[in-house]
């Protein structure tokens, strides 16, 4: 006999009754779920066979954020990594879903990845979308948002999906050499759709406060001198040159010149802030 409260645990937390799963389920459909809430579920045998970020970065060239040549060198090299590992990880993450015994799992995979969406509509980041779910979204299913927070911003997927690898605080001395300059996409889509959401009380100016305080933050490229890396992150690095120096005023609270550190308190505020609480309750 099927117990209704069995379906509606595969179907609304999970993906669907297998053949036999009903029945599995039997008449206890919530401690099937919370049976499944364990960090050793979160990564499959499938994914975790797959190449990590750090050696697909080293099939990138070095000159990321140079010249018209080095941009067009950048995009081609991406390209064939997303030919090459992109259909593998679309693979390892369908035979994932199909064969997994805790779809609950998958299921917030799918959600928390599409919170924090980075998209292979950009080439350069194609290739490391399947590490990104491994790497960041996976181990921290069962832990602190903030952590996952953390862990999907540094990632290297993100900080090039949303530009921040490229990003240079004007006043810095990179900055002033180069005359390149801030961006924000990094910082708007944190406040408006990471934590506080849309309404969450933010201003035009915290998006450009948050924008230098997450500068220096990049990837790790053999062209970077060791002694202008100020703090490393997985397959991410701060680098200290390209940092906007001095203190910054994000949602009334000053954050004073911290390097790598700015970066981490002002996530840890963000992701403890009320509206950040009815945001993700909300979704």
């Not at 499959?44 to 066979?49: E, L, M, T």
């Not at 230098?212 to 970077?224: A, D, F, M, S, V």
Request: proline share 7%; charged share 20%.
């Amino acid at each position: 006999m099927i117990v209704p409260g069995a379906v509606v645990a595969a179907n609304r937390f999970g993906l669907g009754a297998r053949p036999g799963e009903l029945a599995a389920i039997g008449g206890d459909p919530k401690g099937w779920l919370k049976a499944q809430l364990a960090p050793a579920n979160a990564i499959p045998a499938a994914v975790a066979a797959l190449s990590g970020t750090a050696a697909r970065l080293d099939a990138l060239p070095t000159a990321m954020g140079g010249g018209a040549d080095a941009q067009k060198n950048v995009i081609l090299a991406a390209l064939k990594m997303a030919r090459q590992d992109y259909p593998q990880d679309a693979a390892a993450r369908l035979q994932a879903a199909i064969a997994t015994d805790t779809p609950l799992v998958e299921r917030l995979v799918a959600f928390w990845s599409n919170h924090f969406t980075v998209s292979a509509m950009r080439p350069v980041v194609a290739g490391l979308i399947g590490p990104f779910e491994a790497e960041a979204i996976r181990p921290n299913l069962f832990g602190r948002f903030v952590d996952l927070l953390k862990a999907a911003t540094f990632h290297p997927a993100m900080l090039l999906y949303l530009d921040n690898a490229t990003s240079v605080g004007p006043d810095s001395r990179a900055g002033q050499r180069r005359g390149r300059g801030l961006n924000e996409n990094l910082a708007r889509e944190l406040m408006e759709l990471h934590t506080l959401g849309v309404d969450g009380g933010y201003s035009q100016a915290d998006v450009t406060e948050l924008a230098k305080i997450l500068t220096g933050w990049t990837i790790h490229r053999p062209n970077i001198p060791e002694r202008a890396i100020a703090a490393t992150r997985g397959s991410a690095v701060f680098v200290t040159p390209i940092h906007q120096p001095g203190p910054k005023s994000l949602l009334g609270e000053t954050y004073r010149e911290d390097g790598p550190r700015e970066a981490e308190a002002a996530l840890d505020m963000l992701a403890a802030h009320p509206s950040t609480a009815k945001f993700i309750a909300t979704k």
